[in-house]
């Protein structure tokens, strides 16, 4: 998870190398949206734009699919040990209405 933190600190925005690839893909399409003879207006155009997409997606507190899976995986183990100890408790107190669920 360490490896995972230090790997978004490491983009200008603070997301993943993923969200960096993202942004150059967008500004790359927008930029083909001007005149082919504007070449200058072109280049500060992209520029304007890959700024401000990586300020708004930094702003987001975006994750990769990767990291969402594995917070899944996390949060339904979590939710079985939960069930399993509500279950056990239930035992012990002697309470059968707790023992099905």
Do not use: C, H, W, Y
Not at 1 to 16: D, E, W
């Amino acid at each position: 998870m360490n490896q995972q933190n230090q790997s978004q600190s490491n983009t200008p925005f603070g997301g993943t190398a993923q969200l960096r690839e993202t942004v150059e893909e967008l500004t790359d399409r927008l930029g083909t949206l001007l005149p082919p003879g504007a070449s200058q207006l072109k280049t500060d155009f992209e520029d304007n734009a890959r700024a401000m997409l990586q300020s708004a997606l930094g702003k987001m507190e975006l994750v990769t699919r990767e990291e969402f899976e594995i917070q899944q995986r996390v949060l339904q183990k979590t939710r079985s040990k939960l069930q399993a100890l509500e279950q056990r408790l239930a035992a012990l107190e002697g309470n059968p209405d707790q023992q099905g669920e």
